[in-house]
């Protein structure tokens, strides 16, 4: 995955507006044979230090998430593992202003870490 992309000054909102900024970075989500994907992923709340995502349950083949949140200004990624079934999450500590983007990745029975979906977005 490309993580390097920056999103043109162009396609951010202008003033305090521009923490509302949510975009699609991959348009496919990975199928396997069993089904097991994810979907409905969407930031449903911000504030100045925390982003909570969501996301539709992929049901009781799903025996974990791992969500990474990669900081663009810092060039960290800090992993978060959600085991069993589970449809949001909330990343705390956050820096005000900072861009952030936000990988999703179920692991299923039978399968390892096969659907990932990439969304960017800032804190207000």
């Not at 589970?86 to 029975?109: E, H, M, Q």
């Amino acid at each position: 995955m490309d993580m390097g992309r920056l999103v043109p000054p162009s396609r951010l909102l202008s003033g305090s507006s521009q923490l509302l900024l949510l975009m699609l970075m991959l348009g496919t989500v990975a199928r396997v044979a069993n089904g097991c994907q994810i979907s409905g992923v969407q930031v449903s709340a911000r504030s100045e230090t925390t982003i909570t995502v969501t996301w539709t349950e992929v049901g009781v083949d799903a025996t974990s998430y791992v969500l990474q949140l990669y900081d663009r200004s810092t060039f960290t990624n800090s992993p978060f593992t959600i085991y069993g079934s589970a449809s949001n999450f909330t990343f705390t500590g956050l820096v005000p202003n900072r861009y952030y983007s936000i990988y999703i990745t179920v692991n299923c029975i039978g399968t390892r870490y096969v659907s990932s979906t990439v969304y960017d977005s800032t804190c207000e």
